[in-house]
């Protein structure tokens, strides 16, 4: 359907590309919550639950680079990119925790790639700092920050045992994060035409 007379800022081209945006990121969100759910159940494998999480990710990055469009920069409340840098920023991390437990799990089959493991723990609790800090900035409300606690203490929790074995059995090299390969998502959302 076409839009006639001028559009508003809410109905620009970026406005609406930004929303459609947030609204693949937050349906690929509840495909990431059932992933989650159905790996606890042991019947889904953690570099799934990574990619799922990847996606999302780059879903919100895409909304958050929509939101600073001039025509929207200017009419969209600081809340909503506050909001959205956090999420992306939360899936982001989730991402690399669980390629973690994926690369953990190769690593039990294979004897090697624990420096790897250590290496995306740390990147995920990097990501997830940065989120709890523009949740703080951007005060945002304490529901949504308790996820992403919960989050930071599964990975400090995980990331501490794994330097512990890594130090006292498997004695790998932990590469730098810039050498770690980037999660590629897979998508399960996706945005249909209206019809007509």
């Not at 990097?126 to 920050?145: I, M, T, Y």
């Not at 980037?182 to 959302?189: I, N, T």
Request: aromatic fraction near 6%; proline fraction near 5%.
């Amino acid at each position: 359907p076409r839009i006639v007379g001028p559009a508003s800022s809410d109905l620009s081209e970026a406005a609406v590309d930004m929303v459609l945006q947030l609204m693949l990121a937050q349906a690929q969100a509840c495909f990431y919550e059932k992933a989650v759910r159905d790996r606890k159940s042991g019947s889904l494998k953690a570099s799934v639950v990574a990619k799922l999480a990847a996606q999302a990710a780059t879903f919100y990055a895409a909304a958050i680079a929509r939101s600073s469009a001039p025509l929207v920069s200017g009419t969209l409340d600081r809340s909503w990119s506050a909001h959205m840098e956090f999420q992306g920023r939360c899936f982001a991390g989730a991402a690399e925790y669980w390629q973690s437990v994926a690369v953990k799990e190769a690593a039990l089959r294979n004897g090697s790639g624990y420096g790897e493991e250590i290496a995306r723990l740390a990147k995920a609790e990097r990501l997830l700092g940065e989120a709890q800090q523009l949740a703080a900035r951007g005060k945002l409300p304490e529901n949504v920050k308790a996820t992403a606690d919960a989050l930071v203490r599964t990975i400090s929790r995980a990331k501490a045992a794994a330097e512990a074995d890594n130090r006292t059995i498997y004695l790998e090299t932990v590469p730098p994060e810039a050498g770690l390969a980037d999660v590629g998502g897979v998508s399960m959302a996706k945005a249909l035409p209206p019809p007509s």
